[in-house]
């Protein structure tokens, strides 16, 4: 069975720093993609960032790159989530989930999903 | 401003059917695949329908998914009370801001 499970969520002032981490199991980690989306409280899902299985590809929304660093550690089965300069906007529940992602043979459209979801850990950046 | 575009909400009665929409562009659903999910009060959300409209193993029939264009469409047959939740779609946005994008979500109730 498939597990994510994220730490690291807590109460930072704007301008500050947070990392989050997200414990996988029940399947081969280095084999797969991972990403983070995160929802702000009573809001909508919003894709954050995404890391190719062997961490050598990452992908980042507009609204956090150059911000937000996404990793992972292979050997320890955990998905990172450094998150600087953090604003009020940036509150939110943070998911992290197996991701898939990849152009379907003979075909020029790319296919994205969320496979399996963690419980998420809520960040707040207030003063 | 969500990217993609939904109904905030939809209602219907126990065992009827329901459709939820979801409008983008052709440099979203119009040239990707579509995912949808649902997310019970309080809980992560999950997958529903992959590739327009695949179902991941464990996820009822009563579930279906159908693109046409720039637009997507989750239809859910059979109502339950249980079916209660918000639903989302998601794609990849292959502009200049490449990434991934979600719907607004679409809450539907259960009369």
């Known amino acids: 069975e498939v597990q994510l499970l994220e730490s690291g969520g807590g109460l930072v002032q704007p301008g500050g720093s947070l990392r989050l981490s997200c414990a996988a199991s029940g399947f081969t980690f280095s084999s797969y993609a991972m990403s983070w989306v995160r929802q702000a409280p009573g809001k909508g899902l919003e894709w954050v960032s995404a890391i190719s299985g062997s961490g050598g590809s990452t992908y980042y929304a507009d609204s956090v790159k150059g911000r937000f660093t996404i990793s992972r550690d292979n050997s320890k089965n955990t998905l990172y989530l450094q998150m600087n300069s953090l604003r009020a906007e940036d509150t939110a529940v943070y998911y992290c989930a197996k991701y898939r992602g990849y152009y379907r043979a003979g075909s020029s459209q790319y296919a994205e999903y969320f496979q399996h979801w963690g419980q998420g850990t809520l960040v707040t950046v207030s003063s | 401003q969500s990217v993609l575009t939904q109904p905030p909400s939809v209602s219907a009665a126990p065992g009827q059917k329901v459709t939820i929409s979801c409008s983008g562009s052709?440099?979203?659903?119009?040239?990707?695949?579509v995912s949808w999910y649902q997310q019970l009060p309080g809980t992560a959300p999950k997958l529903l329908i992959y590739?327009?409209?695949k179902r991941p193993s464990g996820i009822p029939d009563r579930f279906s998914g159908s693109k046409s264009g720039t637009s997507a469409t989750l239809g859910i047959t059979g109502l339950q009370t249980g079916d209660e939740a918000d639903y989302y779609c998601g794609t990849w946005d292959s502009s200049l801001s490449a990434g991934g994008v979600f719907g607004g979500g679409t809450k539907l109730t259960v009369l």
């Open positions: 052709s440099s979203n659903i119009g040239n990707n695949y």
């Open positions: 590739d327009n409209n």
